[in-house]
């Protein structure tokens, strides 16, 4: 799939755009041409993306068999997690996904100043959505339902549910959603450091391939959200 990408119309016409200016442009020394480094940064950001499914998709994995043994369990901790604020983010992170689409826009026309504009407004989604995560997050701890020492289950609705197999339960939320959580703090830094380049002119309609790069962290981080949010949600 990666060879396919970087053989792309859209990859050709990338290359195209490399002129002999574009060769000193943000071109490190350990590489012969522009072209060279493009084709370089982009098949180890997708190999990058490749390894991150890999690590989600063991969780994925883990959590798919622990739902179909402790179905009941599952479906009554579902029940607790709040979906019109899981909805909410879900809108928030795909207007992010936009906003970082536009960034990308801007920075292929070579306008440092919008680059900069979307940018923040994808900061500013991205935030919004940690801040809701953090009410969530300290929702359950106020219900002592973090696993550990403090977890309860007192919930006479679900009487013939093992609280133990609701910890599972949990355990793969807060990990799931954390991780996920931590892939956007990572994000937001890395978008500081993209600002402090473009203003810096070190981005341009030549050279903007960590733009582009950014870009497809984040809808990559936005994709991991699309599938956490029906399995932990919806699934009751």
């Known amino acids: ?10 990859t050709q016409l990338r290359r195209k755009k490399l002129s002999d200016t574009a060769q000193t442009v943000g071109r490190q020394h350990h590489f012969e041409t522009a072209e060279q480094q493009y084709e370089s940064a982009t098949l180890g950001m997708w190999a990058f993306i490749a ?22 369990a599952f479906r009554a901790a579902s029940s607790l997690l709040d979906i019109p604020l899981g ?4 809108v928030v992170l795909i207007g992010s996904s936009l906003t970082m689409a536009l960034a990308v826009r801007c920075a292929q026309q070579g306008r440092p100043k919008a680059i900069i504009s979307w940018i923040l407004a994808t900061l500013a989604l ?11 997050y300290s ?6 339902l973090v696993p550990g020492a403090s977890f309860e289950w007192n919930h006479p609705e679900f009487v013939n549910v093992f609280g ?3 910890k599972i339960f949990f355990s793969f939320y807060f990990v799931m959603t954390g991780m ?3 892939h956007m703090v990572i994000g937001a830094f890395l978008m500081f450091w993209l600002i402090y380049k473009v203003m810096r002119g070190q981005i341009n309609e030549h050279y903007y ?22 399995l932990l949600y919806l699934i009751g």
Request: negative net charge.
């Open 164 to 166: 133990g197999n609701v």
């Open 180 to 182: 996920h959580a931590l």
């Open 139 to 144: 929702h359950k701890w106020h219900d002592n």
């Open 51 to 72: 390894q991150e499914i890999l690590f989600f998709g063991g969780l994925f994995g883990g959590y798919c068999v622990y739902r179909n043994l402790y179905t009941d």
């Open 1 to 10: 799939m990666v060879i396919q990408i970087l053989k792309s119309p859209q």
């Open 126 to 136: 991205g935030s919004v959505f940690l801040v809701v995560k953090y009410f969530e």
């Open 87 to 90: 909805t909410f983010n879900t």
């Open 209 to 230: 391939t960590p733009v582009e790069n950014m870009g497809l962290y984040w809808h990559f981080v936005d994709i991991v959200w699309i599938f956490l949010f029906p």
